[in-house]
């Protein structure tokens, strides 16, 4: 896995959104920016529908494999996957993910997740059957490396699942009239396919059913998710504009709620390599 052109552009591409990220956030708390997104990464309750990645690793995880999912957030899918495993290690760097993440697993009692505090690059690396990425690497540069190690501490297969879309997407026609500028958008899963072309692997690719963005409960909803997104504070100038740009998106759905004008369904590739047909 070399510095490809495409692995180049890639990295281009996440360090212009990160530093336009750095620019316009830069007065921000930055100490954990994923703690006001932990809602979105819970695991679902025991007997809630499958998300369709589990699904996936139903045919890939043996009784006694050993996952490593990088980047596993509060638990979304490392719990689920634990019932079908031997064990997971769950790496988690952010403070608020990673504590939301141990009162699930305590409140479950479940027993083979072990939960480790470390970014993906500091790993102390160690063998395991299987690597899953999910919506982890939009931000991940230089990606080369990154993607290296998950396929050296692989001994089966590497899964990543990246959106079609680049992640808060749903927020970005937001940017103009509040940032007064266009949000810089980071790499998703076509450049990610790009990217396994240019190492020629041959990954099997499954297009995962699109999920509707979420819908708000009302108007005060849609403001408050906006301006954590943005990261506009209430009673600012910017926070004027965002209620204006609000109103001026925001459509009522059939079943009450409302949602942005421009709301398509969101769906996601999973690559999977070795392909199993290998
Ligand atoms: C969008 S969430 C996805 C969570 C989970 N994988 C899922 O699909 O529900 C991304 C997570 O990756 C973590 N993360 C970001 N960069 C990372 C890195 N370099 N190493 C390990 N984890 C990272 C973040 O802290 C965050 O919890």
Redesign the pocket.
Known sequence: MTETAAAREWDAQVEFAQRQHRRVFRDEDESDH?SG?VS??RPPPDAGSEDP?IGYLRSVLRKDSILL??????????VPAASLCGGVIA????PA?SAELNSQIAHRGIENISVVS????E?AEEPVDVV?????L???APIAP?VRKAVEVARECVVA?LGLSP?GDYYHPLWQSVRGEDRVTAPSAREFERLLESWEYVPEIIELPGIAARSFRDREEAITRSARRLRVRLGTPAHDELEKAVDLALVASQDGTCHFRWRQPSASLLFRWPNSND
Not at 69 to 78: N, T
Not at 118 to 121: L, T
Not at 132 to 136: D, K, R
């Open positions: 994923w997104l979105s990464f990645v999912d990088v980047g596993a957030g509060a638990g979304r899918l490392a790496l988690e760097p952010s993910m470390s970014q993906w690059e790993w899953l990425m999910s919506h982890v939009y931000g991940a990154f699942v992640p």
